[in-house]
């Protein structure tokens, strides 16, 4: 019969309930001050996927309820829990007082490449994503315990920040 596309009913995924019930992943995704609410929703969506235990909303990030952010994260918002933040300084300063590794997705002089990081399995860790257009804040940046860089190969100087974080959830989860 060949590959045949499984059917939702056949994935055997969780209900929203079912997931909040699911053991803590000891991640955390902080969001600085994301413009689009497709990408806000994006990001649940991912959040949702690799069983992120909280979204940090910061900033002028949209919040839920959303039509945008719901017409991307697909109900991901209401199974992951998140929280509007009003500074992500705010944010930040939270959750290293609750023994987070604050990790910055951005390029800078001494970030650690994505592909030669290995995250401690005992850590947990907040990883912050930035502004579509300036990126992560610098004073984020600064106050933060690491930066990672997703390394890239073309012409282009970023991505997406909506991939972005699927790309180092994919890489945590893998790792961990």
Request: contains cysteine.
């Amino acid at each position: 019969m060949g590959n045949r596309k499984l059917l939702n009913i056949e994935l055997g995924r969780v209900s929203a309930s079912e997931y909040k019930e699911l053991p803590e992943s000891g991640i955390v995704l902080v969001l600085d001050n994301i413009r689009s609410a497709h990408n806000v929703g994006s990001a649940f969506r991912s959040a949702d996927s690799f069983k992120v235990d909280k979204v940090y909303l910061c900033g002028i990030c949209a919040v839920p309820p959303s039509a945008e952010i719901h017409k991307s994260a697909l109900g991901a918002e209401d199974s992951v829990e998140w929280e509007h933040v009003a500074d992500t300084m705010e944010a930040i300063s939270r959750l290293k007082s609750e023994g987070y590794l604050v990790a910055s997705a951005e390029q800078t002089v001494d970030s650690v490449m994505l592909d030669t990081f290995v995250p401690s399995k005992d850590r947990k860790y907040a990883l912050v994503f930035g502004n579509e257009v300036s990126g992560v804040r610098q004073d984020v940046v600064d106050a933060s315990d690491m930066v990672l860089e997703i390394p890239q190969y073309g012409t282009k100087h970023s991505l997406n920040v909506s991939v972005s974080v699927g790309v180092l959830l994919w890489h945590f989860r893998l790792n961990r």
